[in-house]
């Protein structure tokens, strides 16, 4: 009887070895699991930050409308003067949808201090349109305008769609532009940020700072 008493308290003082020592090699591998982790963090570099908003195609920024009535006279001439009557005039209303923004491979990122980017956005630019429309609302030709030839349709559009039209379709919207670009790249920033591991990386709050040119 007693050997067996023996034999029990035996293993129960084995088991309790066992528990103890399990116990403290649990807490060794869970402290350096953190100092692990924690010697790995590293802060975001800013070229990890300038590669991610880096762009090489043109971006649209903002979709405006146009709208206007575009007047078109052609007429007979003798030795660089008019000849009275020959006129021929038509008015075409149009509309369109322009696409207006930037050329992204134009876009300077470069590092300004601690957190910072500072980002130099280039000429905004007409990129194209969409919804073209033209309509002729009236016609107004001189009492002998028969010998005048008729308006060229593919000069009146020329006219209309001309660069100096675009630019002042961006200069129009300059304002809202320079909004648009804002948001566009603090939300690639944001969209970057978010994709970060945070257990591996730490200060990933990022401030950019913008200059138009």
Known sequence: MLPNRL???????????GVVTGGILLL??????????SSTRTTVNDSMVIRALQREEEIVLLSAGALGI??????RTIRGKRIPGTQKTVHVQYSYTGKLGIDASDVEI???????????????????????????IAEDDGWISFSTDDIDTAEVVSEIMSQENFVEQVTT???MLEDQAVDFYNDLLHEFTEKLDTDRYEDTKIELEFEFE
């Open 173 to 175: 919207n300059r304002e």
């Open 7 to 17: 034999f029990l308290r035996l293993f129960a003082l084995i088991a309790l070895i």
């Open 110 to 136: 470069k590092s300004a201090g601690d957190n910072k980017l500072s980002i130099t956005i280039p000429e905004f630019i007409f990129i194209g349109y969409d919804d073209l429309k033209f309509k002729t």
């Open 28 to 37: 060794i591998n869970s402290q350096n699991g953190e100092q692990t982790s």
């Open 70 to 75: 575009h007047e078109k006279t052609v007429e």
